[in-house]
């Protein structure tokens, strides 16, 4: 198990050493600009997860998980890519960028056809939730229940589809009682043998939990704190609280979105790295 002394001292600086070095490239003119472009996704969130796990100052995780959720918009606008793995989704919208999440959730192509064991209808399912569509997340949990039981070992369906159902009816305690299934030893098990970064943080839980804060369901809002340390929950993360604003960090994506006519703010990170001096949308350029 990786230390959190480790995260600190050596993952975290070692991520923010890579954005330098790829923004670095992009003003010299070396390496492939699309693979510089694609591999700010990776460390963006890689960053956003290590200081989730050390308890950040959450108003910079949020941005950095929507600069993620960005490379990933244009990722799937660009190369053509049908969606995202659900850690990934799930570590994304604690961005609660919902204008971002909507656009990754339209640009999806996930064809059920060819989900053998769950792992796209979860994807799917989870999609609903975010964009709070009740009758397609109906349509989902049918689909993972004609299954049959051919289930990937994270997914433990009877949980899942109270949880779904949950959302459809929008009834709290059916969320609340699926999400305290879901935290119970035997089923965290599974899930830190597969995600290492599950050892610090229920991630997969808190997504739920987040998302039903979203649509006014306040789950474990009276929950001891020392409950919620043994859930692997950490208290600040359990509403949900976007930010008054989610910039734009790097001018490849400014550029992407700016012929979209899409002008969220461009606040350039490293910005003697990108040229700003020299841009007209600084306030300070002349």
């Avoid at 799937?76 to 959730?105: A, H, K």
């Avoid at 070992?153 to 969320?175: A, R, S, T």
């Avoid at 899930?191 to 039903?212: C, D, H, N, T």
Wanted: aromatic share 14%.
């Amino acid at each position: 198990m990786i230390s959190k002394e480790y995260i600190e001292n050596s993952l975290i600086p070692s991520y923010i050493e890579n954005i330098i070095q790829r923004l670095t490239w992009l003003k010299t003119g070396e390496g492939v600009r699309e693979k510089i472009y694609d591999s700010f996704k990776g460390f963006f969130m890689n960053l956003a997860i290590c200081k989730m796990i050390l308890e950040h100052d959450q108003s910079e995780i949020k941005l950095l998980l929507s600069y993620a959720a960005m490379v990933y918009d244009r990722r799937l606008t660009i190369e053509g890519e049908t969606y995202l793995s659900l850690q990934n989704l799930m570590y994304l919208s604690f961005s609660e960028n919902q204008s971002i999440l909507n656009r990754l959730s339209q640009k999806s192509n996930i064809d059920l056809s060819k989900d053998t064991n769950g792992w796209l209808g979860e994807i799917q399912a989870f999609y609903n939730i975010i964009d709070g569509d009740w009758k397609a997340l109906s349509a989902t949990t049918q689909h993972l229940r004609n299954i049959n039981g051919a289930y990937h070992k994270l997914f433990f369906p009877e949980i899942h589809f109270k949880l779904y159902k949950g959302f459809i009816k929008q009834d709290q305690v059916l969320i609340e009682q699926s999400i305290n299934e879901l935290i119970l030893e035997n089923k965290k098990v599974n899930r830190r043998e597969s995600i290492p970064e599950e050892k610090y943080v229920s991630f997969g839980v808190l997504s739920y939990v987040k998302q039903a804060y979203k649509y006014g369901m306040p789950i474990w809002k009276s929950i001891n704190i020392e409950t919620l340390h043994d859930y692997l929950i950490p208290q600040g993360w359990l509403d949900y609280t976007p930010l008054s604003e989610y910039t734009i960090s790097l001018k490849f994506l400014r550029d992407f979105y700016r012929r979209q006519n899409i002008d969220w703010r461009y606040a350039p990170i490293y910005p003697e790295l990108q040229d700003w001096e020299n841009d007209p949308e600084n306030p300070l350029y002349l």
